[in-house]
């Protein structure tokens, strides 16, 4: 909770009040729509629920900010506190607050709104317990980098790509002469996944520790492991009692079967369930024509550019994606798996309702970046991670451990699905 509340001459900072704020946040939200005046623009529909893309965390928070006088509600933004791992305290947690769906009215920009909800979600994280605070922004977002980097003193943490797909052609991904005949993927129950991914996350510089949680979600479909059926088989049914035997190492030991070389695990979030998109255009103006330009201004970190692709028609409706986290992969013959890995989640999300894109975010420096099928149909978007120490207690070095995150924390990591 925010104990105290935050004035700053027009303006105060405070917490969310679900019994009286719901729906003038959701009215904020759709007037902070992401687009032009001259036809199209594109908001994200919670769907009446603001938690939606917090309620996952066992720590969270809405602060709004109200007019002192009219009580009229001019920006809010998200946070979260999770556990999570790093290269730089090897066998340590560390407490990180991350910053989600920062939004201020148009009329009241650039008048230090913005900053003051940063500064006040900043206190509740340190009130909270956190040691650090991040957020990912696109790479061309010039306001919110100033805003950041300039006027908050976050520093570069991360570059990642966004690459993102459309169910409706998942027709068009190549297959290089591979038919899934040749291919199989095997979903693994939950127990396994839990094993395999604390040991595969070791190999990442930045994750949660609840992975777990994470993959018990509702939103979490499932977890799969693909490979080549002529190279072996899963040997997964005793990894529970007996992980150890199929740890992925550096000695090319893999879960896979001994005649195996190449494989690769992945798992499905339906952020469907959880909010949606949407576009609304005006009558005046054919959608597509302006689409491109408007995307070009986009705030959210999302799926826009693709969208130019999609069936006018059906642009106003509110539409879903699914989204692939955690994947991994080992082996020399990748290509042909991520293919068939598209192609199977393309085709799940066709048959779910409402769903329109396929999701990944992978870091520059993940080997499997390099395997993303690339098609006309494929769009990639530049992210950035941006992090800032926010307290030093107990740690006379505060500056000098911010900067060995920033050494440290290259460019292979964990993507959390719940921060989408």
């Given amino acids: 909770m925010v104990n105290s509340t ?57 602060l709004v900010a109200e007019l002192l006088e009219s009580k009229e509600i001019v ?76 006027k908050c003193n976050y520093v570069s943490l991360s570059s990642l790509v966004i690459f993102v797909h459309p169910t409706s052609t998942s027709t068009s991904l190549p297959t290089k002469h591979i038919s899934e005949r040749d291919i199989k993927i095997e979903k693994v129950n939950i127990d396994q996944a839990i094993s395999l991914y604390k040991r595969i996350l070791k190999t990442k510089e930045l994750y949660p520790l609840d992975i777990d949680t994470i993959l018990k979600e509702k939103l979490s479909l499932g977890t799969w492991v693909c490979y ?92 879903g994606f699914l989204f692939l986290y955690g994947l991994h992969g080992e082996g020399n013959n990748l290509g042909n798996l991520m293919e068939f890995i598209w192609r199977f989640t393309s085709r799940l999300g066709e048959s779910m309702k409402d769903c329109r894109v396929v999701i990944t975010e992978l870091g520059l420096g993940d080997p499997l970046a390099n395997y993303v099928p690339q098609t006309n149909s494929m769009s990639c978007i530049d992210d950035l991670w941006y992090t800032k120490r926010l307290s030093s207690i107990g740690h006379n070095n505060g500056k000098d451990e911010e900067m060995a995150m920033k050494r440290y924390v290259g460019n292979n990591v964990f993507v959390d699905p719940r921060e989408f």
């Avoid at 009215?27 to 629920?49: A, H, P, Q, W, Y």
């Avoid at 939004?103 to 006040?120: E, I, N, W």
């Avoid at 900043?122 to 306001?143: C, D, F, P, Q």
């Fill in 228 to 319: 080549y059926k002529d190279e072996g088989c899963i040997k997964l049914q005793n990894m529970v009692d007996n992980n150890e035997d199929f740890i992925p190492t550096n000695n090319n030991q893999t879960l896979i079967g001994s005649t195996s070389s190449s494989w690769v695990i992945f798992s499905i979030w339906n952020t469907c369930e959880s909010y949606k998109l949407q576009i609304k255009k005006s009558s005046h103006h054919h959608p597509l024509r302006f689409l491109h330009t408007t995307l070009k201004h986009a705030r959210e970190k999302i799926i826009f550019p693709c969208l130019r692709i999609l069936v006018s028609e059906s642009l106003s409706r509110p539409f």
């Fill in 75 to 150: 920006g809010v933004v998200r946070g979260c506190i999770k556990n999570v791992g790093t290269t730089t305290r090897p066998g340590s947690l560390l407490k990180m607050g991350c910053i989600i769906g920062l939004r201020v009215s148009p009329t009241y920009r650039r008048k230090g709104v913005a900053l003051k909800l940063v500064t006040s979600l900043e206190e509740w994280m340190v009130r909270n317990g956190a040691e650090y605070s991040y957020l990912a922004t696109e790479k061309n977002n010039e306001a919110s980098k100033a805003l950041f980097a300039l």
């Fill in 6 to 62: 935050t004035e700053c001459k027009v303006v105060i900072i405070r917490e969310f009040d679900k019994k009286r704020d719901v729906k003038v946040v959701e009215k904020l939200e759709r007037n902070c729509e992401i687009g032009t005046k001259k036809g199209v623009s594109i908001f994200t529909n919670m769907m009446g629920d603001p938690l939606s893309r917090i309620r996952f965390y066992p720590i969270h928070v809405i």
